[in-house]
T-cell receptor
């Protein structure tokens, strides 16, 4: 089955700096890669996703890149704000199946 | 739309008792997923349904766990008998095909 590895496990940045979280996946058949943000006491919230036929996608301060050859994808957050502090999860999926999640990255944005 | 609705939000029960978690998916979504989140194992799939039919229950820990989806707007996850190691946050997610949207979760504590 699919295996997703995520790093770093914790990340602390100063407000206004950029943050990058990286994930690798094992199954070359995976074709959909979402990113979730989870705040304390809440469910994971889908913030951005990318499909295997696209190399990069951007939504305001958030961008995701995908390298199919290397089987890795990354989340980039620019101009970080304190409200970006949360746990971020990457995931991978093949078709309409269940997600395989990474282990999560705790992002702390220092004001 | 109100999003995925789960109840109860918190459940505390004694070992050996039956526990029933409930989920109402987003209207029109054909897929429903049950995930469990723990510190040790992260987010992991328990079971998922397509058009009310269970498709993959390979993540269900053992026979003590059962899930049903009697109609398109309701699903239950039952644990009988419950054990302390079942303590976790249980999430329900629904999907129209690929993107998955999570509910707020049920925090289960078994003493």
């Amino acid at each position: 089955g699919e295996n997703v590895e995520q790093h770093p496990s914790t990340l602390s940045v100063q407000e206004g700096d950029s943050a990058v979280i990286k994930c690798t996946y094992s199954d070359s058949a995976s074709n959909y890669f979402p990113w979730y943000k989870q705040e304390l006491g809440k469910g994971p919230q889908l913030i951005i996703d990318i499909r295997s036929n696209v190399g990069e996608k951007k939504d305001q301060r958030i961008a995701v890149t995908l390298n199919k050859t290397a089987k890795h994808f990354s989340l980039h957050i620019t101009e970080t704000q304190p409200e970006d502090s949360a746990v971020y999860f990457c995931a991978a999926i093949q078709g309409r199946r269940a997600l395989t999640f990474g282990s999560g990255t705790r992002l702390q944005v220092q004001p | 739309d109100a999003g995925v609705i789960q109840s109860p939000r918190h459940e505390v029960t004694e070992m050996g008792q039956e526990v029933t978690l409930r989920c109402k998916p987003i209207s029109g979504h054909d897929y429903l997923f049950w995930y469990r989140q723990t510190m040790m194992r992260g987010l992991e799939l328990l079971i998922y349904f397509n058009n009310n039919v269970p498709i993959d229950d390979s993540g269900m820990p053992e026979d003590r766990f059962s899930a049903k989806m009697p109609n398109a707007s309701f699903s239950t996850l039952k644990i009988q008998p419950s054990e302390p190691r079942d303590s976790a946050v249980y999430f329900c997610a629904s999907s129209p095909g690929t993107e998955q949207y999570f509910g707020p979760g049920t925090r289960l504590t078994v003493t």
